[in-house]
Every structure is written in C-alpha cells, then in structure tokens.
C-alpha cells in the first residue's frame, strides 16, 4: 500500500485501470466518450472536476465531477456518504483561510478569531477556481484529513442520478496480515500505526479494538465500517 509508489484506480465510466497520475489525462477523453442521449437533453452548466485524496495516506482518492453552483454542503454530504459517516460528528472546510461549518445554529466559537461561514450558504462557484486546493476534517477528536484539488472545469451536463458523478475511485489497498502475509481484513487499533491481521490471526486480540478493513482513509477509526448506503462501497482489489 503506502509502500507501492504509484496508485491505482478505476474509470467508472469505462472501468479502465489508470495510474493515480494518470486520470485526468484519460478523463478528457473518457469523459466526451460516454456522453448519452441523456446528456444532449440536458441543460449545460458549469461544473468543476475534483480530486479528494487522504491527506496522512494519498493513496486513497476519488475523482468527482459537480456542479458549480451546488454548495459546500452538498459537497461535505458526499464525502460523508462514500468515506467518512460513523456517528454524525462535526465537519468543516478551509478554504483560503476561511472555514466553513455544517452546522451553526446555537454553536458558539470561543476558540476561533473569526466566525466560521455555513457550508449551506457557501456556493462552490463564488469560492473555488481551477488549481485551488483546499481542506476538509471529518470529525474534531478523532480526524479524518482530506486534501481537495480542483482539477478542472468545464461546460456539460452532469450525467446519473444524485448531485455529485464519481469519476475514478483507487482500487483497496493491498493490507496483508503482520504474521502470515496473506490477505489482511481487519486492523487492530490498540497498535499505532494500526496493524492488519487476517481472521485468524486477529482471534486473540481484544475484539473491541479490532476494526474492520474498509476503502477508506476513515478505516480503523471510530467506528468506521464503510458507506451506509452501498452502491458507494468500492473493494475491488488492483487487477492483476
Ligand atoms: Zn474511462
Ligand atoms: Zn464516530
Ligand atoms: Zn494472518
């Protein structure tokens, strides 16, 4: 995993096995490709290209395409959904040195010089630009750190259901077991950094820090177990 020097992951729009570096090069070509009838109905509109990587373990990303003039809340409900939700903890971004909030109301900031904005009265299209990269946390106490790149941009019309379009996506990590080599499923979190065990060698562990493996940077922690709604679940392992 972290010791393999290049990444790879799947084109959900032609199910091709790119190199991390090498996706956005393939999606300005993949993307025209895969047009549908659908979209030549549809309303064009400006929509924005973005890279979401891990910000401790790159070797987690997603490339998603959304529409400019969603907002940051819609944006933060996505990465909830596919990497992120375990119990309802706090979220917020920084973007150029402003912060952003999901939720305000009755919240007080003793600790902040200046008042986070909401992330539902903050459009992407008055905050972002190609080339900008920006933050988000998942949760105050145990975190979860993305690093946000917008990529691109373009004028189209954003294809399948939902406010957000998953481009490419990595494959799950090669985790194997600390004691035999082979394929690891669970983590065991006593252990800094987390050590991955398969089901046998996990058994004499203490089972309420033994967490299972998931494709995301939000594995092991809290109680982490993957999207809840699983068409956002993705354990494809790198073909051969
Ligand atoms: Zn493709
Ligand atoms: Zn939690
Ligand atoms: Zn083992």
Redesign the pocket.
């Known amino acids: 995993m972290s010791s393999r020097s290049t990444s790879y992951g799947k084109c959900f729009l032609c199910g091709e096995t790119l190199a991390k570096n090498a996706v956005s090069r393939h999606l300005e070509k993949c993307i025209p490709a895969h047009e549908s009838a659908q979209t030549a109905k549809g309303k064009p509109e400006r929509l924005f290209h973005l890279r979401v990587e891990g910000y401790e373990a790159s070797f987690y990303w997603l490339d998603l395409e959304i529409p400019a003039r969603a907002n940051l809340e819609t944006l933060d409900d996505y990465l909830r959904a596919i990497w992120l939700e375990?119990?309802g903890?706090l979220s917020a971004f920084e973007i150029a040195g402003q912060r952003y909030e999901v939720s305000l109301e009755g919240v007080d900031f003793p600790f902040y010089d200046e008042r986070p904005k909401s992330m539902k009265s903050a459009r992407l299209e008055k905050i972002l630009s190609v080339g900008m990269t920006f933050l988000h946390e998942y949760?105050f106490g145990t975190t979860t750190t993305l690093n946000i790149k917008v990529v691109g941009e373009r004028i189209g019309v954003l294809e399948g259901k939902g406010k957000v379009r998953l481009l490419a996506r990595n494959y799950a990590p090669d985790y194997r077991c600390k004691v035999c080599g082979e394929p690891a499923e669970y983590l065991y979190t006593y252990e800094y950094p987390y050590g991955p065990y398969c089901e046998e060698h996990i058994e004499d562990k203490e089972e309420e820090a033994c967490m299972p493996i998931v494709n995301s940077p939000r594995a092991g922690e809290?109680?982490?177990t993957g999207p809840y709604d699983e068409s956002l679940a993705f354990e494809e392992k790198q073909p051969a």
């Open positions: 375990c119990c903890h949760d809290c109680g982490y």
